[in-house]
């Protein structure tokens, strides 16, 4: 079989994607951070950097060298997940290798056959993957819909369910920067006897008490298993999992992505456990951050006519694929990173430039920013 023989689907599925404007490539960091997901400006902080060198020259090797079940359990990573605990209010935490493989790793693992999984339709891709993969029953919610998941829960009840129901969310959502409404997605999870997976990766370090995230107040409960990942606006990368010691000991001995993965980084956990004495010593970058959400909010409404998501992300869009690359093609010409986003990250029709608010920029780089974006609004670009 010929080089070209064997490659041949695999180029008419990308031929496929350029056809529909959704071809994918790697581009190079350039220009002003719109883009990432640093919000607090920690990843390139001098105390991260200090962390990490005081492990070194203390001797904390680079690799983990084997899974936590061998010789890879280090000192730094009990130290993070003991400060972690402590630090979310909850009784037990475990750290994983990045939030992709532990929202898997807890869907594959903690719901089990004849148990059901709602997911909001606007959560991230490794909670759908991870729900596919597992053994539970999967139905789809509409979005912030908690009748919608009321509905999805006593229905299944109603042909038989007879396992435990999991609700899962994320606090604040990647690409709209809206909020889930955990109040009543509780109450509800209570009346059912069911769970509640939170996936906070983009509330951590940014809201509640000291940073604590959206689900702050929740992650004491028995039924509550919530995500940090460590690579936002934390710094560093990794994800945290806190739930009870019982479904955190479960996952030490059923989660095969835990059980068979070479652990973190042990430097990796020395930068996380920094990166939340951080949010305990230096409220201020929080105080920076929300001002400067307010200012982008501001000028949205009123040079773009756009209604502001009120958080650190801020999507606009623009619907059509070719348009929104457009945009941000001619945004990064400017000197600003912004990227557009389309399907299937987001839904078809919905194409976007997601505009990421961090400590990297100023006031007037943000003022700047939607000056050049409201004018190629305005020539409708």
């Not at 991260?48 to 492990?55: D, G, I, M």
């Not at 010691?245 to 835990?258: S, T, W």
């Not at 042990?266 to 004495?277: D, K, N, Q, T």
């Amino acid at each position: 079989m010929s080089g070209s023989a064997v490659l041949e689907r695999y180029e008419a599925s990308l031929s496929g994607l350029a056809r529909r404007n959704r071809l994918r490539s790697l581009n190079a960091r350039k220009g002003l951070d719109f883009a990432s997901n640093d919000y607090l400006g920690l990843a390139h902080s001098k105390r991260l950097a200090e962390a990490v060198a005081r492990a070194l020259a203390a001797g904390t090797p680079v690799g983990a060298t084997g899974s936590r079940l061998l010789r890879g359990n280090a000192p730094e990573h009990e130290t993070l997940e003991a400060q972690a605990a402590a630090f979310f209010g909850a009784e037990r935490a475990l750290f994983f290798g990045g939030g992709y493989v532990a929202s898997f790793a807890v869907l594959t693992t903690l719901p089990q056959k004849g148990d059901l999984i709602v997911l909001d339709e606007l959560v991230h891709a490794s909670a759908h993957e991870g729900a596919q993969a597992g053994r539970a029953e999967v139905r789809h919610a509409a979005h912030n819909d908690v009748d919608a998941v009321n509905d999805a829960i006593r229905t299944w009840r109603a042909r038989g369910g007879a396992g435990r129901a999991w609700i899962v969310v994320e606090s604040l959502y990647s690409m709209d920067g809206d909020r889930a409404p955990l109040a009543e997605l509780i109450e509800l999870a209570d009346r059912h006897e069911a769970f509640l997976f939170v996936d906070e990766a983009h509330a951590t370090g940014v809201y509640g008490p000291h940073g604590r995230g959206l689900a702050h107040d929740l992650e004491a409960r028995d039924n509550v298993v919530v995500l940090h990942t460590c690579g936002k606006a934390l710094g560093a990368s990794g994800a945290l999992v806190t739930a009870s010691a019982v479904l955190c000991d479960y996952l030490v001995n059923r989660c095969r992505p835990f059980i068979y993965a070479t652990a973190p980084s042990p430097l990796m956990a020395a930068a996380a456990s920094e990166a939340l004495a951080i949010l305990r010593d230096e409220p201020e970058r929080r105080e920076r951050l929300a001002g400067l959400v307010t200012l982008a909010g501001e000028m949205l409404e009123a040079r773009c006519g756009l209604t502001p998501s009120g958080s650190q992300i801020q999507p606009v869009i623009v619907g059509d694929n070719v348009r929104a690359v457009k945009l941000a093609t001619a945004l990064q010409g400017r000197g600003f990173d912004i990227r557009g986003i389309r399907p299937p990250t987001v839904p078809e029709g919905t194409a976007r430039l997601r505009i990421s608010l961090t400590l990297n920029v100023g006031k007037a780089d943000i003022v700047d920013m939607l000056e050049a974006l409201a004018e190629l609004v305005r020539i409708k670009l």
